[in-house]
C-alpha cells in the first residue's frame, strides 16, 4: 500500500546480519529435513517478529497462552472435530509454545495433527450415518450457530449429536430454498410437476452427502504441512491481525490477487478460520458492477451455472479461487453468507476486468448551482511506470473539466475505496488547500515523519462533501480526516473502517546465506512496521474517521472495522503537525448537521434503513436458529418483506438531473460498450440516496 522501499532495504540489511547468526547456530543441529527446515522457519520468523515490527511481543507464558488459544479456535472453528479431553491433553503445552517457537520444535503442532487426523476419520463416519435417515423438520429444537458460543463435545456422542444439528440445519435451508424456489415457479405460471415434501428432503440429503463427501475427500489429502502456515500464524498474528506468514505457494497467490483482480469476477478472497471470505472487489470488475458481492461475505458454495455447487467450506484458498475463475461469459454462482448471516445464491457472469472502471469518473449533477461528482473507487498509482495514470493526476483533470463546466460545489466519493498509493492521497489533499501537513507516519523509534503538499496552488476552493463508508480504509481515512482537520469539507456518510498500520512483506528466503539453500523457500512474512496519523496527532487506528454528518447505514449497528479484529494495535496519539485550517469557510458544520438531520428523520427510506439495521444487529446478536421448518419459513419471509419494502422505496426515490461531462460524451461516441458501462454508472448516480443527501448539503453550503 504504501511506497517505503529504502525502509525496507535497511530492515532487510539489519535482519539479514540478525536471521544469519540465528541460522548459523543450525549447522550444529542434526534432524531430518524437514525438522530442519521447521526450525530454520521458526526462527527467522521470530527474529523478525522481535526485531522488525512495529510493536513487539514479549514471548512468554502469557503470549504461549494465547497462541495456543488462537490455533485451537482455526484448528477446529466449528468444534466439530475435537473432543473436549483431546484439548485436554493439548492443553498440557499451553505456556510451552512458546519456548517451541524459540527452540523450532513441533512437537504440540505434531500432537494436534495426530488427535486432529483420527478425529477426522470418526467425522466422517458420523455424517455418512446421520445423512442416510430423512430428517423430521415439525421438531421444536434450535442449534447455536455462532462458534464462539460452542463448547467441545465431552463424549463421541455428544459430537455425533452436534453433528446431527448442523447437518440438519443446512438441510433446512435447502429445503426452505427448493420450497421457494417451487412456489415461485407455481406464481411465473410453471407447468413443471411439483416435488412432494420427502422428494424435496431427499434431495437436500443427497446434495449435502455428495458435498460432504467431497470436502473429507480433500481433508483427508492435506498433509500436516498444509496446516503449518495456520499453525505459524497463529504466533504471528498475536502481533497484530496484519502480521502474517505466507507460505511460498501462498505469496503467489497473494500477488495475484494484489494485482488489483482475480480473473473471471474480480474479487479479492483471504481465507480465515476456515471460510472462504471476500476481501475486496475490484473497481469495474463483474463483481463490482453486478453489485450484490461485498467485502465481509463468506463464500459457501461454488455452482458452474446450473450445475450443482460444491462446499468450498474449510478448502485451501487457490483451490477455491481455480473454481471461481473461468472463461469470459460463463456465468458462476456464489452461495454466500451475508455479513448479517443472511444466506444469498449471487449469479456473477465472468469478464475480462475493464481498467478504465477503476479510474475516477465523474458527473455533473444539474440544477441552479450545478455540483460536481466525482467517484474515485481506489488510490491507484502504476509504481512501474513513470508515465503511468494515477489518482492523483486523474482527479486534478476531473476537476477542471467540471470547472470548465461551472461546478459550484464538489462531491468526493470514497464509499468502499479500500486505499491505495500514498502519495496521491497527498497529491490530491493539496488539490483543495494552499499547502501544508497531510498524514503523519511513525515507526516504532524516532520521531513521525510529515508528509506535506508542497504546491500553493489551490485547484478549487468552492464547498466540498466527501461521502464515506465502513470500506473506507487506509488512504481513504487519511484523505477524509486531512479534509477534516483542515475544516476544508464537510465528510458525511458512515465511520471508516478503522486501519491505521502499514505493511511491509520480507522475502525469507534473502536473509538466509546460500549455505541454507537446501531448506528454501520458506516463504515470506508480512510485518507491520509502522503507523500513520492524522496531521492533529490522533491515528485513525481502530476508531476511523467519524463523519461531520452521520447517515444511516445498513451496517450501522453491526461490529465490523478494524476494531473486530483480535489483536489489532491499540489507539494512540502523538503531537499535532503544525497547520492552518482552511479560512474561507462560508457555511456553519452546525447548521448544516442540523439541516440534514432534519431531511433524513423525514425521509421514510433512510427511515426504513434504520430500521433494517436495527434488524440486522438483532439478527446477528441472536445466535439461536430454530430447526423447525415452519418457524425457519416465517422468520425467511420475515426478512424477505423487509427487503423488498426497502427496494421498493429506494425504486421510488426522485431521481437527480445528471449528465456527463461534455469531454467524456464526446469520448464515447461510438464505443457503444463503453457507453453502455457509462449508462449504468450515471443510472445508479441518479438514484443513490447517499449522493443525494450530499448534494442537499453542498445546496445549503453553497
Excluded: C
Aim: proline residues 4%; neutral net charge.
Amino acid at each position: 500500500m504504501f511506497s517505503l522501499k529504502n525502509k525496507l532495504v535497511a530492515y532487510g540489511t539489519a535482519a539479514s546480519v540478525v536471521f544469519g547468526i540465528a541460522s548459523y547456530r543450525l549447522l550444529e543441529t542434526d534432524g531430518t529435513a524437514r525438522d530442519q527446515k521447521n526450525e530454520v522457519l521458526t526462527k527467522v520468523l521470530m527474529q523478525g517478529l522481535s526485531s522488525a515490527h512495529y510493536k513487539p511481543e514479549r514471548l512468554d507464558d502469557e503470549f504461549s497462552k494465547k497462541a495456543f488459544n488462537l490455533y485451537l479456535e482455526r484448528l477446529d472453528y466449528n468444534k466439530k472435530f475435537l473432543l473436549q479431553s483431546d484439548v485436554d491433553q493439548l492443553a498440557t503445552y499451553q505456556t510451552q509454545l512458546d519456548d517451541e517457537f524459540k527452540n523450532g520444535s513441533f512437537k504440540f503442532f505434531d500432537l494436534s495433527m495426530t488427535l486432529f487426523q483420527k478425529r477426522l476419520k470418526e467425522a466422517e463416519s458420523y455424517y455418512k450415518e446421520i445423512l442416510d435417515k430423512p430428517f423430521e423438520f415439525e421438531r421444536e429444537e434450535t442449534i447455536e450457530v455462532k462458534p464462539e458460543k460452542l463448547k467441545f463435545a465431552t463424549s463421541p456422542a455428544a459430537l455425533k449429536e452436534e453433528w446431527r444439528k448442523y447437518l440438519k440445519y443446512q438441510a433446512l435451508i435447502r429445503v426452505a430454498d427448493a420450497l421457494d424456489s417451487q412456489q415461485k415457479a407455481d406464481s411465473a405460471g410453471s407447468k413443471e410437476a411439483k416435488k412432494s415434501m420427502p422428494e424435496i428432503e431427499a434431495d437436500a440429503r443427497k446434495k449435502l452427502r455428495e458435498n460432504y463427501d467431497d470436502l473429507f475427500k480433500r481433508m483427508v489429502q492435506l498433509e500436516n504441512e498444509d496446516y503449518r502456515s495456520s499453525y505459524l500464524n497463529s504466533f504471528a498474528n498475536i502481533y497484530d491481525p496484519h502480521t502474517e506468514y505466507y507460505a511460498p505457494k501462498e505469496k503467489e497467490d497473494f500477488d495475484f490477487e494484489f494485482s488489483g483482480r482475480l480473473e473471471g469476477i474480480g474479487a479479492t478472497l483471504t481465507e480465515k478460520d476456515g471460510n472462504i471470505k471476500v476481501s475486496d472487489i475490484t473497481p469495474g470488475s463483474p463483481s463490482y458492477l453486478q453489485g450484490e458481492l461485498k467485502p465481509g461475505d463468506a463464500i459457501l458454495k461454488v455452482a458452474q451455472g446450473n450445475q450443482e455447487p460444491v462446499d468450498v467450506q474449510g478448502m485451501r484458498l487457490d483451490k477455491a479461487v481455480s473454481m471461481i475463475r473461468g472463461k469470459k461469459g460463463t456465468e458462476v454462482r456464489l452461495h454466500v453468507k451475508k455479513v448479517d448471516g443472511t444466506m444469498k445464491v449471487i449469479s456473477i457472469i465472468r469478464d475480462v476486468v475493464v481498467r478504465e472502471e477503476g479510474y475516477a469518473k465523474s458527473l455533473m449533477i444539474k440544477g441552479a448551482k450545478p455540483i460536481g461528482y466525482i467517484h474515485l473507487p481506489a488510490f491507484y498509482a502504476d509504481f512501474k511506470n513513470a508515465g503511468g495514470r494515477n489518482s492523483g493526476k486523474d482527479v486534478a483533470a476531473e476537476i477542471q473539466k467540471l470547472k470548465q463546466e461551472n461546478a459550484q460545489g464538489i462531491i468526493l466519493d470514497l464509499r468502499n475505496n479500500g486505499g491505495g498509493s500514498l502519495q496521491d492521497v497527498v497529491d490530491m489533499v493539496g488539490l483543495f488547500i494552499k499547502s501544508g501537513p497531510v498524514v503523519q507516519v511513525k515507526s516504532a523509534n524516532g520521531p513521525a515523519a510529515v508528509l506535506e503538499d508542497r504546491d500553493p496552488q489551490v485547484q478549487f476552493g468552492g464547498p466540498l462533501v466527501v461521502l464515506v463508508n465502513e470500506n473506507s480504509a487506509s488512504a481513504s481515512e487519511i484523505m477524509a480526516a486531512a479534509i477534516q482537520d483542515y475544516k476544508r469539507g464537510v465528510i458525511v456518510g458512515s465511520s471508516t473502517y478503522g486501519k491505521g498500520t502499514v505493511q511491509q512483506f520480507f522475502d525469507l528466503d534473502q536473509v538466509l546465506p546460500a549455505s541454507f539453500d537446501a531448506v528454501k523457500p520458506l516463504g515470506h512474512l508480512k510485518l507491520t512496521t509502522q503507523k500513520y496519523y492524522r496531521i492533529s496527532g490522533k491515528t485513525v487506528q481502530l476508531r476511523g474517521v467519524t463523519p461531520d454528518i452521520v447517515l444511516p447505514d445498513t451496517y450501522t449497528y453491526l461490529k465490523y472495522g478494524e476494531k473486530e479484529q483480535e489483536y489489532a494495535l491499540p489507539f494512540d496519539e502523538i503531537q499535532s503537525a503544525k497547520f492552518n485550517t482552511w479560512n474561507s469557510p462560508n457555511f456553519s458544520i452546525e447548521k448544516l448537521k442540523a439541516s440534514s438531520k432534519s431531511r433524513v428523520a423525514a425521509s421514510p427510506t433512510f427511515s426504513l434503513i434504520n430500521q433494517s439495521a436495527m434488524r440486522l444487529k438483532d439478527r446477528t446478536e441472536t445466535s439461536t436458529r430454530s430447526l423447525k421448518l415452519s418457524t425457519y419459513l416465517a422468520e425467511e419471509r420475515r426478512a424477505q418483506e423487509e427487503s423488498k419494502k426497502l427496494e421498493n422505496l429506494r425504486k421510488n426515490i426522485p431521481q437527480l438531473d445528471v449528465a456527463g461531462l461534455k469531454p467524456d460524451v464526446t469520448k464515447l461516441v461510438g464505443d457503444t460498450a463503453a457507453s453502455a458501462r457509462f449508462q449504468a454508472f450515471t443510472r445508479n448516480a441518479k438514484k443513490d440516496l447517499y449522493i443525494q443527501e450530499a448534494v442537499s448539503v453542498l445546496k445549503d453550503a453553497l
